[in-house]
């Protein structure tokens, strides 16, 4: 199947990157490999799934190879309870019955932001993030929101570029044996 866009499927006036074609908004199969075309549906994530995201969020984090002790500072960066799920935008994608990835978009007076973004290390550089992340933008643009800001672990900046967003400043973020780490913040620009 074709990767390009579909031009006369997109929603006018809804920018191309913030938007789920056809195959894509509720079921994807198109970025992934011909073991996995069964298919990937976007659901509202639900109280019943904070434990199983969090490990989730963990295991995806520890892909990058950070340190244990890094890992364990992060743990309630990284724990998504069940009140926070239900009171955010939230979405899972399910890969044979099983959360194949999460992120959660969070609603702010003039703008939104990513605040979890989280993929299963053995499921990870096929499409997925990008359905997730096209999900979410598609559900901001229609809520009018003009950006969509994302704070961004260093090794996720270059996904999110490729998505489309733009580079707007770093964030001083030190670790133990790093102390002149920074995280990049990053800004979907989507049109009103
Ligand atoms: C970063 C992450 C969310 C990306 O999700 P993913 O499902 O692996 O990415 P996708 O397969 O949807 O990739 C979409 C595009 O981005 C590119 N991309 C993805 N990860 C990339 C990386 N680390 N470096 C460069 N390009 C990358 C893909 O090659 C693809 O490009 P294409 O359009 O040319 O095909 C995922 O790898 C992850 O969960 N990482 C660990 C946790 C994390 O850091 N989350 C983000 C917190 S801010």
Redesign the pocket.
Known sequence: MSRRPQLDALEPGVPPAAQTLPGEHDVCNE?LPSRLVHQMNIRAATAADAMELTALAHR??A??GYPADWIAAWRNDLTMTADYLTSRRAFVAEHGGRPA?VVVFEEHPDHWSVEH???DPDL????????LVRHGLAAATRDRAARVH?L??P??E??YL??GAVRIGAEPAPMPGAPERVLPVLEFRLEA
């Open positions: 970025h995806a984090k892909s990058w990835g973004l989280w993929i990870q550089r096929r499409g997925i993030g990008r359905l994302v961004s672990d090794h996720a270059p996904f490729r998505m």
